[in-house]
Nanobody, 123 residues
Framework: QVQLVESGGGLVQAGGSLRLSCAAS????????MGWFRQAPGKEREFVAA????????YYEDSVKGRFTISRDNAKNTVYLQMNSLKPEDTAVYYC????????????????WGQGTQVTVSS
């Protein structure tokens, strides 16, 4: 089993930045693709970003490309999401996810989920 705990959410003004962290425990996730999803009120959960275990491959949802950066520190079993130039439409609960498969498939199937962290962007 893998436990995922997110942190770093909060309230920020439009144009600001936040960095989310996701700490994994239970087993090393070096061979797992890791990623982030988000769910806004009244909407379905959507894919945001994914990164391969070897950190070579990254994938982003179109609306966050150029603004968000996913990274990971395998020594710390932690994945990050740096969010810059935040917009009110980025407001959502952000979830960390892990998948024991290629990163390109994480948006379709995940094995583990965190509890989520709230990000609110005010206009």
């Amino acid at each position: 089993q893998v436990q995922l705990v997110e942190s770093g959410g909060g309230l920020v003004q439009a144009g600001g930045s936040l960095r989310l962290s996701c700490a994994a425990s239970g087993r090393t996730v070096t061979t797992y693709a890791m990623g982030w999803f988000r769910q806004a009120p009244g909407k379905e959960r959507e894919f945001v970003a994914a990164i391969s275990g070897n950190r070579i491959f990254t994938y982003y949802e179109d609306s966050v490309k150029g603004r968000f950066t996913i990274s990971r520190d395998n020594a710390k079993n932690t994945v990050y999401l740096q969010m810059n130039s935040l917009k009110p439409e980025d407001t959502a609960v952000y979830y960390c996810a892990a998948a024991h498969q290629v990163a390109s498939r994480l948006r379709y199937e995940c094995d583990y989920w965190g509890q989520g962290t709230q990000v609110t962007v005010s206009s």
